[in-house]
Protein backbone atom coordinates (compact mmCIF):
# COMPACT_ATOMS: atom_id res chain seq x y z
CA UNK A 1 0.00 0.00 0.00
CA UNK A 2 0.92 3.92 -0.08
CA UNK A 3 3.29 4.57 2.06
CA UNK A 4 5.36 7.41 3.62
CA UNK A 5 8.89 7.78 4.41
CA UNK A 6 9.77 9.70 7.35
CA UNK A 7 13.73 10.21 8.51
CA UNK A 8 15.71 10.03 10.42
CA UNK A 9 14.54 6.94 11.60
CA UNK A 10 16.10 7.69 14.95
CA UNK A 11 17.92 10.50 16.42
CA UNK A 12 20.09 11.45 19.62
CA UNK A 13 20.47 14.97 20.75
CA UNK A 14 21.82 17.20 23.09
CA UNK A 15 19.54 19.05 25.61
CA UNK A 16 19.09 22.68 24.42
CA UNK A 17 19.16 21.25 20.81
CA UNK A 18 17.12 21.98 17.88
CA UNK A 19 15.54 18.88 16.01
CA UNK A 20 14.11 18.56 12.63
CA UNK A 21 12.67 15.39 10.60
CA UNK A 22 10.61 15.13 7.58
CA UNK A 23 8.19 12.83 6.22
CA UNK A 24 7.89 12.61 2.39
CA UNK A 25 5.22 11.05 -0.46
CA UNK A 26 5.09 9.87 -3.73
CA UNK A 27 1.50 11.14 -3.84
CA UNK A 28 -0.22 14.37 -2.76
CA UNK A 29 -2.03 14.63 0.69
CA UNK A 30 -4.82 17.13 1.65
CA UNK A 31 -3.89 17.23 5.04
CA UNK A 32 -0.57 16.10 6.93
CA UNK A 33 -0.75 15.66 11.00
CA UNK A 34 2.11 14.90 13.56
CA UNK A 35 1.98 12.71 16.08
CA UNK A 36 3.99 11.84 19.84
CA UNK A 37 3.60 8.85 21.06
CA UNK A 38 5.37 7.02 24.01
CA UNK A 39 5.70 3.92 24.93
CA UNK A 40 2.84 1.98 25.63
CA UNK A 41 0.68 4.79 24.67
CA UNK A 42 -1.44 6.37 22.52
CA UNK A 43 -0.04 8.75 19.85
CA UNK A 44 -0.64 12.46 21.14
CA UNK A 45 -1.73 14.97 18.28
CA UNK A 46 1.02 17.90 18.31
CA UNK A 47 0.16 19.76 14.55
CA UNK A 48 -2.06 19.28 11.75
CA UNK A 49 -1.66 21.26 8.89
CA UNK A 50 -4.11 21.68 6.27
CA UNK A 51 -2.85 23.97 3.41
CA UNK A 52 -0.17 23.19 0.81
CA UNK A 53 2.55 26.14 2.44
CA UNK A 54 0.69 26.33 5.77
CA UNK A 55 3.34 26.76 8.86
CA UNK A 56 1.98 26.15 12.33
CA UNK A 57 3.59 26.37 15.28
CA UNK A 58 2.77 24.58 18.90
CA UNK A 59 4.78 26.02 21.33
CA UNK A 60 8.63 24.64 20.84
CA UNK A 61 7.61 22.94 17.88
CA UNK A 62 6.69 24.37 14.17
CA UNK A 63 5.66 22.11 11.18
CA UNK A 64 5.11 22.85 7.40
CA UNK A 65 2.64 21.14 4.78
CA UNK A 66 5.04 21.55 1.71
CA UNK A 67 4.10 23.39 -1.46
CA UNK A 68 4.42 20.76 -3.40
CA UNK A 69 1.71 18.70 -1.14
CA UNK A 70 4.25 15.72 -1.25
CA UNK A 71 6.14 16.46 2.30
CA UNK A 72 5.95 17.89 5.59
CA UNK A 73 8.75 18.76 8.03
CA UNK A 74 8.47 19.05 11.82
CA UNK A 75 11.37 21.12 14.05
CA UNK A 76 11.73 21.09 17.87
CA UNK A 77 13.32 23.94 18.68
CA UNK A 78 15.60 23.98 22.44
CA UNK A 79 15.17 19.96 22.95
CA UNK A 80 14.95 19.29 26.53
CA UNK A 81 14.45 15.65 28.76
CA UNK A 82 10.53 15.09 28.24
CA UNK A 83 10.82 15.15 24.21
CA UNK A 84 11.86 11.92 24.11
CA UNK A 85 9.66 9.25 22.28
CA UNK A 86 8.26 8.91 18.64
CA UNK A 87 7.07 11.26 16.52
CA UNK A 88 4.91 9.84 13.54
CA UNK A 89 3.67 12.06 10.66
CA UNK A 90 0.66 10.95 8.80
CA UNK A 91 -1.26 11.69 5.54
CA UNK A 92 -4.77 11.88 4.35
CA UNK A 93 -4.89 11.57 0.19
CA UNK A 94 -7.23 13.54 -1.10
CA UNK A 95 -10.93 13.81 -0.58
CA UNK A 96 -13.12 11.12 -1.47
CA UNK A 97 -11.54 8.65 1.50
CA UNK A 98 -11.51 8.10 5.00
CA UNK A 99 -7.69 6.69 5.01
CA UNK A 100 -4.89 8.09 6.25
CA UNK A 101 -1.17 6.81 5.84
CA UNK A 102 1.39 6.75 8.49
CA UNK A 103 5.24 6.86 8.50
CA UNK A 104 7.20 4.38 10.70
CA UNK A 105 8.19 7.17 12.74
CA UNK A 106 11.51 9.13 14.27
CA UNK A 107 12.62 7.81 17.72
CA UNK A 108 14.12 10.70 19.94
CA UNK A 109 16.41 10.83 22.66
CA UNK A 110 17.69 13.57 24.40
CA UNK A 111 21.06 13.44 26.05
CA UNK A 112 20.96 16.04 29.12
CA UNK B 1 -13.22 14.77 30.63
CA UNK B 2 -13.86 14.24 26.80
CA UNK B 3 -11.97 11.83 24.81
CA UNK B 4 -11.29 8.05 23.34
CA UNK B 5 -11.48 4.85 25.90
CA UNK B 6 -10.06 2.11 24.94
CA UNK B 7 -10.20 -0.78 27.80
CA UNK B 8 -9.08 -3.17 28.96
CA UNK B 9 -5.16 -1.92 28.46
CA UNK B 10 -4.03 -5.37 28.94
CA UNK B 11 -5.59 -8.72 27.72
CA UNK B 12 -4.03 -12.09 27.14
CA UNK B 13 -5.41 -14.35 25.00
CA UNK B 14 -5.17 -18.48 24.76
CA UNK B 15 -5.00 -19.92 21.63
CA UNK B 16 -8.36 -20.33 19.67
CA UNK B 17 -10.31 -17.92 21.83
CA UNK B 18 -11.62 -14.85 20.63
CA UNK B 19 -11.25 -11.60 22.32
CA UNK B 20 -13.22 -7.91 22.18
CA UNK B 21 -11.56 -4.71 22.89
CA UNK B 22 -13.92 -1.86 23.65
CA UNK B 23 -13.26 1.32 22.17
CA UNK B 24 -16.19 4.32 23.68
CA UNK B 25 -15.70 8.10 22.23
CA UNK B 26 -17.84 11.09 23.87
CA UNK B 27 -16.19 13.72 21.25
CA UNK B 28 -19.23 13.36 18.66
CA UNK B 29 -17.39 11.79 16.39
CA UNK B 30 -18.76 10.33 13.24
CA UNK B 31 -15.81 8.07 11.96
CA UNK B 32 -13.81 5.38 14.03
CA UNK B 33 -11.04 3.72 13.19
CA UNK B 34 -8.60 0.75 14.39
CA UNK B 35 -5.75 -0.01 14.29
CA UNK B 36 -2.84 -2.28 14.53
CA UNK B 37 0.85 -0.89 16.03
CA UNK B 38 3.77 -3.66 16.02
CA UNK B 39 7.29 -2.38 15.96
CA UNK B 40 8.87 -0.70 14.05
CA UNK B 41 6.05 -0.39 11.47
CA UNK B 42 3.43 2.13 10.94
CA UNK B 43 0.18 1.79 11.77
CA UNK B 44 -2.25 -0.60 9.88
CA UNK B 45 -5.67 0.15 9.45
CA UNK B 46 -8.20 -3.21 10.47
CA UNK B 47 -11.27 -1.12 10.22
CA UNK B 48 -12.84 1.76 10.20
CA UNK B 49 -17.03 2.93 10.31
CA UNK B 50 -18.02 6.44 8.63
CA UNK B 51 -21.21 6.16 10.49
CA UNK B 52 -23.26 4.10 12.27
CA UNK B 53 -24.14 0.20 10.95
CA UNK B 54 -22.05 0.52 8.48
CA UNK B 55 -17.67 -0.68 8.51
CA UNK B 56 -15.34 -1.03 5.71
CA UNK B 57 -12.03 -3.45 5.82
CA UNK B 58 -9.01 -2.03 5.97
CA UNK B 59 -5.66 -3.50 4.74
CA UNK B 60 -5.53 -6.29 7.57
CA UNK B 61 -9.01 -7.35 8.20
CA UNK B 62 -8.56 -10.98 8.28
CA UNK B 63 -9.20 -12.30 11.65
CA UNK B 64 -10.99 -9.30 12.74
CA UNK B 65 -14.49 -7.91 12.83
CA UNK B 66 -16.20 -5.56 14.49
CA UNK B 67 -20.14 -3.84 15.00
CA UNK B 68 -20.94 -0.20 15.13
CA UNK B 69 -24.22 -0.11 16.69
CA UNK B 70 -23.91 3.05 18.30
CA UNK B 71 -21.85 6.48 17.26
CA UNK B 72 -20.09 6.40 20.80
CA UNK B 73 -18.90 2.63 19.98
CA UNK B 74 -16.61 0.57 18.17
CA UNK B 75 -15.67 -2.78 19.40
CA UNK B 76 -12.86 -5.15 17.74
CA UNK B 77 -13.16 -8.55 18.11
CA UNK B 78 -9.33 -10.62 17.99
CA UNK B 79 -11.20 -13.88 16.42
CA UNK B 80 -9.39 -17.12 16.55
CA UNK B 81 -8.44 -16.52 12.79
CA UNK B 82 -5.92 -14.36 13.70
CA UNK B 83 -2.76 -16.58 13.78
CA UNK B 84 -0.50 -13.40 15.20
CA UNK B 85 -2.99 -11.04 17.43
CA UNK B 86 -0.06 -10.40 19.80
CA UNK B 87 0.09 -6.35 19.12
CA UNK B 88 -0.89 -2.83 20.36
CA UNK B 89 -4.37 -2.06 19.21
CA UNK B 90 -5.42 1.65 18.80
CA UNK B 91 -8.60 3.05 18.51
CA UNK B 92 -9.38 6.27 17.00
CA UNK B 93 -11.73 8.95 16.14
CA UNK B 94 -12.36 11.40 13.49
CA UNK B 95 -13.00 15.18 14.04
CA UNK B 96 -14.40 16.18 10.76
CA UNK B 97 -15.07 20.14 10.65
CA UNK B 98 -14.22 23.51 10.09
CA UNK B 99 -12.06 25.37 10.91
CA UNK B 100 -10.15 22.64 11.76
CA UNK B 101 -10.33 20.09 9.00
CA UNK B 102 -10.13 16.40 9.44
CA UNK B 103 -8.17 15.39 12.20
CA UNK B 104 -7.94 12.18 13.72
CA UNK B 105 -7.26 11.53 17.81
CA UNK B 106 -6.27 8.41 19.39
CA UNK B 107 -7.61 5.99 22.73
CA UNK B 108 -4.41 5.11 24.55
CA UNK B 109 -4.09 1.62 22.87
CA UNK B 110 -4.23 -2.05 24.47
CA UNK B 111 -2.16 -4.33 24.64
CA UNK B 112 -2.68 -8.08 23.34
CA UNK B 113 -0.62 -11.07 23.83
CA UNK B 114 -1.10 -15.04 23.13
CA UNK B 115 -0.36 -17.02 25.79
Known amino acids: GQQLNQSPQSMFIQEGEDVSMNCTSSSIFNTWLWYKQEPGEGPVLLIALYKAGELTSNGRLTAQFGITRKDSFLNISASIPSDVGIYFCAGQPPSGTYKYIFGTGTRLKVLA | DGGITQSPKYLFRKEGQNVTLSCEQNLNHDAMYWYRQDPGQGLRLIYY???????QKGDIAEGYSVSREKKESFPLTVTSAQKNPTAFYLC??????????????FGEGSWLTVV
Open chain 2, 92 to 105: ASRFSGMPSGNTIY
Open chain 2, 49 to 55: SQIVNDF
